[in-house]
């Protein structure tokens, strides 16, 4: 079956610093997905990537698909105390079910 | 993104007992949503698919009889736990599919005791 390797699996980074997280799928992934989870709470939708290749931002968020459609990255510029939480990569590989990754915990030290 | 509601959030039952969970679209027709189990410091499992009018499709390993998933209209999808065991205490999520993107609601924590 599909699976998502995700890394790192936490990190404790200074506030002010660049977080970079990846996945890797031994699958080709139409579909990548970005999630953050808060304790407690259900996983909200950062980005989304459809082609392979693409560059998407969002605000100090930035994603990529990549080329050979069986990775992607998120990068988090001058982390903030509230950029605490899990991060989770979500792949489809057809129609709309999702496989997710084991998640990255980050810790910002203020 | 569509906007998605459970209840309850929290819930405590005795061992044995049914529980039901519910899950809400609030601004957008779903005829597909997910269910998906989270334990503690671990990813999301998808249970099932959840479709409009028909059979919900179950993940291998998860037993129908035991999780049954009702999606009686296009904004409410319902899970019942039944004869729950503290085995079943776990934080249920639901989400709704729109296209490729699927959007999640808060979580119902179940502690079954």
């Known amino acids: 079956g599909q699976q998502l390797n995700q890394s790192p699996q936490s990190m404790f980074i200074q506030e002010g610093e660049d977080v970079s997280m990846n996945c890797t799928s031994s699958?080709?992934?139409?579909?990548w997905l970005w999630y953050k989870q808060d304790p407690g709470e259900g996983p909200v939708l950062l980005i989304a990537?459809?082609?392979?290749?693409e560059l998407t931002s969002n605000g100090r968020l930035t994603a990529q698909f990549g080329i050979t459609r069986k990775d992607s990255f998120l990068n988090i510029s001058a982390s903030i105390p509230s950029d605490v939480g899990i991060y989770f990569c979500?792949?489809?590989?057809?129609?709309?079910?999702?496989?997710f990754g084991a998640g990255t915990i980050l810790r910002v030290k203020s | 993104g569509a906007v998605v509601s459970q209840h309850p959030s929290r819930v405590i039952c005795k061992s044995g007992t049914s529980v039901k969970i519910e899950c809400r679209s609030l601004?957008?027709?779903?005829?597909?949503m997910f269910w998906y189990r989270q334990f503690p410091k671990q990813s999301l499992m998808l249970m099932a698919t959840?479709?409009?009018?028909?059979?919900?499709?179950?993940e291998q390993g998860v037993e129908k009889d035991k999780f049954l998933i009702n999606h009686a209209s296009l904004t409410l999808s319902t899970l019942t736990v039944t004869s729950a065991h503290p085995e079943d205490s776990s934080f249920y999520i639901c989400?709704?599919?729109?296209?490729?993107?699927?959007?999640f609601g808060p979580g119902t924590r179940l502690t079954v005791t």
């Open positions: 959840s479709n409009e009018g028909s059979k919900a499709t179950y």
């Open positions: 699958s080709i992934f139409n579909t």
């Open positions: 979500a792949g489809s590989e057809y129609g709309n079910k999702l496989v």
């Open positions: 601004d957008f027709q779903a005829t597909t």
């Open positions: 989400s709704v599919s729109s296209g490729f993107e699927q959007y």
């Open positions: 990537l459809y082609k392979a290749g």
